[in-house]
């Protein structure tokens, strides 16, 4: 068996380069992955693909101090570039993979000029049905019963759930697609004048926390996919995007109610896997938010978003585990933190604020922690700082009610190689209204909202 192994898997989305490159020493059972976004030139004409394809390599070598090409050429050869062979940390690769989506416009120009700048890449496409693969044998290795997987990005909204068919009894041999039900929801804007017809409306303007004219609404989105970003410090854009996304999605919902219908209630073991390009624009409570009011979602989900498009590199050598023929991964090395999600069913009166869970975080081996109190009409988000060593525990009230748990709720926030740094009590009644302006929602927001376990 090899006692160390370094990977290279790239992804190409409709705008950015997501870059991983997977370091595992066996002996002593460390490992680690190094990371990098890169934004892609808007068009492929008057580019050099070769020399382009040279300059990522050498800004990777530099940025990482990590030796990947044997020989650096710029050559109107087909096939001049080598990958060095991996000797040791920081020297060579034993391989490198590149995944191109197809929602990408250039896809077919990227794959091209991959293949011809060195024959030692491994290139592949992205489609519908390798999505639902991979989405589908990561939530069989992690054993949900429910899941849904949510790719947003400026001009696709993608959603998969896979709900378990309990008709099929999980075993050897056994992979996702064979023990889920698979429904899906896919919507593409390539005319970018019909996503600006959605943020000049007065339906998003009810929405939206902060009132904006039409004009600047218009201006706003049309810099942004002129020049997309990952990230913002502006508030009124990450506004601006929750917004859009808690419209779109609640729009999907309407339109194709059943897929995703009793999500949080149907199964006992359920979760929301999100990845794309804009959702690190928002705040991540606010992001979360958007999904569950878009959805309407009750009852209770596990929570983790993929910021770095993971899922898309490393994510069908995750499932595989020990069968991986690139990289072996597990669950604490690969998976980002985890949020529990819990919304129950509260026989409240509206508008009343009431105790709706009490309960402790605490470490292990101490008797006193954090007492947490749960109130109705509010959005609780509870941080965990010492995961490693922490328990949850408490119970909801006797007017609140969450399907599959007991008055009693109690775990461990590391388990099974998945760590939970946040909990979160949705307790806003039912349903949530927005609207009917921006200075309504930004009072409501300022209501549901509390600090206190941050």
Known sequence: MLSQNAYLSVFISQKYIYAHLAYTY?????????????????STRNINLNEFW????????????????????????KFANHLKSFEDEGVGLRGCSFKISRDNTN???????????????KVSTVNKLSEKKIFGEIAYRLGYQDCIFLNLSVQSLKMYRFEENESVSRGIGKVGSDVYDVSEAIYKWKDEEKIMEVVKGEKYLAFLKQYLNENFRYNIWANFLSKPTLYTQSATFKDFVRAYLTLQLL????????ICSDFGLKKPKNLICLTGEIIGIPEFRDLLVSIIDGFEIQGNFDFYVDYESLIYTFGSSFSKGKNAEDVIFTKDNFLPNFTKVFIPELEIKKGRRKLVFEGLL???????????????????????????????EGRL????????????????????????????FDCRFKPVMYGPGPRENENKFKSWFTDEFN
């Open 54 to 77: 040279l300059d990522y390599f050498t800004n990777l070598e530099n940025k990482w101090g990590w030796e990947i090409l044997s020989a650096k050429k710029v050559s109107s050869d």
């Open 107 to 121: 896809s077919k120009e990227w794959i091209d000029s991959l293949r011809e700048f060195s024959l030692d890449l």
């Open 26 to 42: 066996y002996d002593t059972n460390s490992s680690y992955i190094l990371k990098d976004i890169s934004r892609l030139p808007i």
């Open 397 to 424: 009230s006797k007017s609140a009610f969450i399907e599959h748990y007991s008055k009693d709720i109690a775990f461990e926030c590391f388990a099974e190689g998945i760590t939970w740094e946040r909990v979160v």
């Open 362 to 392: 605490k470490e292990l081996d101490k008797e006193s922690g954090l007492n947490i109190n749960v109130m109705s009409s509010e959005f609780t988000d509870i941080k965990i700082d010492k995961a490693y060593n922490s328990i949850f």
């Open 251 to 258: 729009s999907i919902s309407q339109i194709q109610n059943q």
